[in-house]
């Protein structure tokens, strides 16, 4: 049975950080690719970056605010979130796909909710 259980999530002040925690069951987090996504009520869900087996990520994170990494050892996926705005404000999500080749992701975590205040 694969599980996905993220934790980390909580409120912290505009410009703040975070760093949240996938703990993974059942898949080697180092050969599945692993991703984050979020979501604010009413909108639809947002991509937010991916690691693939080859430890390459979707997105380029020197450019932006947020990285992606892994711990093979402790089967953790992490999403650091530095410089967090309002906007930012979502529940977080962290899924897990075989492959790129199609847009699906096959598992899902039940998500952590990050909330930014002004």
């Known amino acids: 049975q694969v599980q996905l259980v993220e934790s980390g999530g909580g409120l912290v002040q505009a410009g703040g950080s975070l760093r949240l925690s996938c703990a993974v069951s059942g898949i080697a987090v180092n050969s599945w690719h692993m991703g984050w996504f979020r979501q604010d009520p009413g909108k639809e869900r947002e991509f937010v970056d991916a690691i693939r087996p080859d430890s390459s990520t979707y997105t380029d994170s020197v450019k932006g605010r947020f990285t992606i990494a892994r711990d093979n050892a402790k089967n953790t996926v992490y999403l650091q979130m530095n410089s967090l705005n309002p906007e930012d404000t979502a529940v977080y999500y962290c899924?897990?796909?075989?492959?790129?080749?199609?847009?699906?992701?096959?598992?899902w975590g039940q998500g952590t909710q990050v909330t930014v205040s002004s």
């Open positions: 899924a897990a796909r075989w492959g790129d080749a199609t847009p699906d992701w096959d598992y």
